[in-house]
């Protein structure tokens, strides 16, 4: 359950940091700025994910 959770937990990360660059990229967000967006989404991705892993294992 553990690795299957984790296997899942990298793609999503890593589909969302593909949108973000897209994002970035659409939106024409300065360089020095990116690092900063990326940061931010990456945090609150991963919250999310030990969030619904807690969830998950105490249900």
């Known amino acids: 359950m553990i690795s299957i959770f984790i296997i899942l ?3 999503i990360l890593y589909n969302i940091n593909r949108m973000t660059t897209a994002l970035c990229l659409q ?7 990116q690092p ?3 940061r931010t989404i990456n945090v609150l991705i991963t919250i999310l ?8 294992l105490f249900n």
Do not use: G, Q, R
């Open 36 to 38: 900063k967006v990326f």
């Open 9 to 11: 937990a990298i793609l």
């Open 49 to 56: 994910l030990i969030s619904s892993y807690v969830d998950i």
């Open 27 to 33: 939106k024409e967000i300065p360089e020095e700025k």
